[in-house]
C-alpha cells in the first residue's frame, strides 16, 4: 500500500492522477491522496493573480486607518466596492459610523456550516520620524512593500477578499457559506465597535464553525519557510490589584502595619510564586513537535518537561532562556504597577500593585485567586479583580477538518516547513469566537527572524516581503477551498 505524505493513511486507490511518476513519488513517500476529501478547488495561475492581489493590497495599505481614531469606514467603502462589482452582496454594521464593520457571504449549500474568514482594517499608529519612507505609500523596494498595516493585518484582508473574488468568479459549488468580515477596533477599542459589537449584536452574521484570521507566524530561515506556527489556542488576561491598609501617620514613628511595608512584600511572594504547569492539547503538541525539529540538546529539554524528575530543572532554565516558553506552560503572575504614597514624611493608609495575570485557557479563576490569596497570606492585603471583557476560551481541536486543511494548505505551498499549533500568551479577537464555539485559527505571512523582530507587527517600521504575500494569499486559497468546496 502506498501511504500519503499528508494524512499518512491514504491508499493507492484514493490517490489522484495515478501515473508512473505517483507511484515513483510514492515510493519517495511524496504523494498526496484525497481520503480526507479534498475538495477540487478551481485551479488558479498564481503567476497571473500577482497582479490583482497587489493592487488591492497597495489601495488598503495606502489608506490611514491608523487607530485612534481608526476611520475604518474608508476601507470599508473600498471593500463594498470593489465586492459589489463582482456581485457579491455587502452589509455595513456599525457601532459608530467611522468604524463600520463589513459582512460578505457567498452561499454554500447548508450541507455543512460556514467558514468565516476575517481581518481588522484598523492599524496601530505612527512615528513619522522613525519611517525611511512614507508610511502610507505602500512603497515597494528591494523586494518589500513598506507600510503600516503590511503585516498587521492588511495582508488578510487582502488575501481574505482575493479568496471571495476568486471563489465568486469560479462558480464552483460550495458545502459551507464563505463569510468575509472587515471588522474595525482590534487594536484601540474602548468604545466596542469592532468585535465585541459583532459579537453581541450581529453574531447570526458571522456565526461560523470555523474561523480563519491573523495570529501565526511563519519563519523564513536561509530563504525558505522552516516553521508555520498556527494559533489555536491564546491566555486570557485576568488582572487584579493587590490593596493593602494600614494605619497612616508621621513618618517618624514607624508603624508595623505600614501598608507600603506589607504590599512589598505580598509582590515579593507573587512574584516568586511558581503557579502550577498544565499542558494542553496544543502546547504539548507543539514542546512534542518542537523537539522534533530542534538540536539534541534543545530536543531532550521540551521531551524532558513532563518528567518528574527533570521538569523543575527544565523550567528554571526556560524561566531564564526562553521566557515565552515558560509562560505558554502556566498561569502567569507580572507584577507591573505601583501606587501609594502622597509626600516622604507621611505613612500612607493605603497602597496598591497591579498583578498581570495571563490565565491559561482552562484556569478556574476564582479558584486561582483563593490560591492567590494563600501564597500572600496576609489579612491586609485584598485582592481585587480588575473586570475583563476578555472571555477565557477553550483552545481550538487540532483533530478536525480545518486544522487538518491548514496542515496540508501549508505543506502545499511550503513543502519543506514543520507546522505546530501554537498557544499565543497574549490576546486577540480570536478569543470572542472561540468563546461562542466557533473553532477558530491564527496563520501568519512568512518572515525572516530580522523582519519578525525589526519590522513585524507594531514596530516603528513594518514591511513584508512582496513574495510572502503572494505566498500568503495562496494557504489562506488553499485552506478555505479544502474546507468548503463541494466534495
Ligand atoms: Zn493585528
Known sequence: ?????????????????????????????????????????????????????????????????????????????????????????????????????????????????PILILGHTDVVGVQR??????????????????????????????????????????GVPLDRDVIFLAESGEETDPTDVGMPFMVEHHFDEINAE??????????????????????????????????????????SVPRVNNAVIHLGAAIQKVGAWETPMRLNDTTRTYFEKLASISVPEKAARYNGLLDPQRSAAIQRYL????????????TSVVPTMLKGGIAPNVIPSEAEATIDIRALPDEDVPRFYEEMARVINDPAVRIVPIASSRPVAPPSRLDNEMYRALEQAVKRVYPESTVLPAMVTWYTDMALLRSKGVQSYGIGPALTSEDNTNFGAHSDVERILESSLYKFVQVTWEAVTDVAVRK
Open 210 to 251: 470555523f474561523a480563519l484570521t491573523e495570529g501565526g507566524t511563519s519563519t523564513i530561515d536561509n530563504g525558505r519557510v522552516s516553521v508555520v506556527q498556527i494559533a489555536t489556542a491564546e491566555k486570557a488576561p485576568r488582572r487584579v490589584r493587590l490593596v493593602t491598609s494600614g494605619s497612616s501617620g508621621h513618618a
Open 129 to 170: 520620524e522613525k519611517w525611511p519612507v512614507d508610511p502610507f505609500g505602500a512603497i515597494l523596494r528591494d523586494g518589500y512593500i513598506w507600510g503600516r498595516g503590511t503585516v498587521d493585518d492588511k495582508h488578510t484582508l487582502a488575501a481574505n477578499l482575493i479568496v471571495m473574488l476568486l471563489l465568486k468568479r469560479s
Open 319 to 330: 524561566a531564564l532562556s526562553e521566557p515565552s516558553h515558560y509562560s505558554m506552560l502556566r
Open 1 to 113: 500500500m502506498i501511504i500519503c505524505r499528508l494524512c499518512r493513511k491514504g491508499e493507492m486507490r484514493s490517490m489522484r492522477n495515478i501515473t508512473l511518476g505517483t507511484i515513483i513519488f510514492a515510493v519517495l513517500g511524496a504523494v498526496e491522496c484525497t481520503s480526507v476529501g479534498r475538495a477540487q478547488a478551481p485551479a488558479i495561475d498564481w503567476e497571473r493573480q500577482k497582479a490583482e492581489t497587489l493592487q488591492h493590497y497597495l489601495t488598503l495599505v495606502r489608506i490611514d486607518t491608523s487607530n485612534p481614531p481608526g476611520n475604518e469606514t474608508k476601507v470599508v467603502d473600498y471593500l463594498k466596492k470593489v465586492l459589489e462589482s463582482e456581485n457579491i452582496p455587502t452589509r455595513i454594521l456599525a457601532l459608530d459610523p467611522n468604524r463600520a464593520n463589513l459582512v460578505a457571504r457567498l452561499k454554500g449549500n447548508g450541507t455543512r456550516r
